[in-house]
């Protein structure tokens, strides 16, 4: 499948990984990319209060745990990488 010259590329989430499958749009504008990332660092915030409100967290596998603690790094990440693109646009459209 080709891009067709009228749709928008393609940047990468985080600057130094050029093979990454995870990006958003380029004309993507700096409130969007925010937006974006609260999206995720709410989820975060959301899981963890759950986690953190179970009385039963010492019960859970090291399988179930583990998944919930990957789903927090990769949000995390997700969230830092949009909220740099979005200062960089706001820098870009300052200049």
Known sequence: MHQSNSSPGFTPLHAN????????????????????????QHAVLGLLCALSGTSILNELSDEPLGGCIQAIRLLCSDAAGLYSAAWERMQRGAA
Do not use: V
């Open 17 to 40: 990984e050029h093979n990454s499958l995870l990006g958003y749009r380029s004309d993507a504008q700096a409130a969007e990319l925010y937006d974006e990332a609260m999206q995720r």
